[in-house]
């Protein structure tokens, strides 16, 4: 029996679905949350399907607070994380929900290529927090280019936006006065990022390119750049676990599915994606 399979990416709303046809098709699943975590499920979803051809599978994003809320609400079989779950969440979920982390990833402070060839190459976490809170306004104080900062924050649902305010700024509910801007998605970050001569931003480490340069955080004097070796140290100062929430009484599909994550097969996934085994 021919098999029909669809894979559809859209650039910002970032929605990735697997649809799988077949005379054996017998359950759907939905995996909803992190984009973060999405590249690793979307190409995992993909390879779990030459293996099973009869479980369809879709992948969409909207941030780890939707990945958790759709496990609160069960609209999703899989919720996708790139933060722990609040109290206040796992009050909501009510130990109904398994939360197992699938990989270990960086937050990484990131300055347009100017910015960096300008100067900016490290900075304090107390620096960064300043910028955020509009204490500092301009590249020039920090020793760089005499240019405005435009300083990006993220959605209030995003995981990457929950771990950078609680590390940076003290909390995860910070404020940032200094913010100009407000994105999403990891892509759409990086895009703005990449067309500016004077931003600051939050990114997953494996969201780094030429355009968009990762800065070294200031530690007792002493540069950690947000690479995959100073995560598995644990010296880089805003890294984090990369969750997949499952129901307690999963099914067996959707068990298999998190199985194969967990794999060697699953791992190597984990590490062409550009995050942390966690085997």
């Not at 992190?34 to 994003?61: E, L, Q, R």
């Amino acid at each position: 029996m021919k098999i029909n399979h669809y894979l559809r990416m859209l650039t910002f709303g970032i929605t990735t679905a697997l649809f799988i046809s077949s005379a054996y098709a017998a359950e759907t699943l939905h995996a909803v949350g992190s984009t973060t975590v999405m590249p690793i499920m979307s190409n995992a979803a993909t390879a779990f399907h030459k293996i099973h051809p009869d479980i369809s599978i879709t992948v969409s994003g909207g941030g780890s607070g939707v990945g958790i809320a759709s496990m609160i609400q069960h609209t999703a079989q899989i919720g996708m994380a790139s933060r722990e779950t609040t109290d206040g969440e796992r009050k909501q979920l009510d130990n109904q929900v398994e939360n197992i982390v699938i990989a270990r990833d960086a937050v990484a402070v990131v300055v347009s290529k100017a910015v960096y060839l300008g100067g900016i190459t490290h900075l304090s976490l107390a620096q960064i927090a300043q910028i955020y809170r509009a204490e500092i306004t301009n590249w020039k104080q920090l020793g760089g280019p005499d240019a405005k900062i435009l300083a990006i924050d993220k959605e209030a649902s995003r995981g990457t936006r929950h771990v950078f305010a609680e590390a940076v700024l003290g909390s995860a509910h910070a404020r940032a006065p200094g913010a100009s801007l407000i994105s999403g998605s990891n892509n759409e970050e990086q895009a703005i990022v990449a067309r500016s001569n004077q931003a600051i931003g939050m990114l997953s480490n494996a969201w780094l390119n030429d355009q968009v340069r990762g800065i070294a955080i200031d530690v007792d004097g002493v540069g950690i750049k947000p690479t995959i070796e100073q995560i598995r140290n644990g010296r880089y100062p805003i890294s984090r676990g990369l969750h997949v929430l499952i129901a307690k009484n999963a099914t067996p599909a959707t068990r298999a599915l998190i199985q194969f994550l967990l794999s060697k097969a699953g791992q190597d996934i984990v590490k062409q994606a550009g995050y942390l085994p966690i085997r």
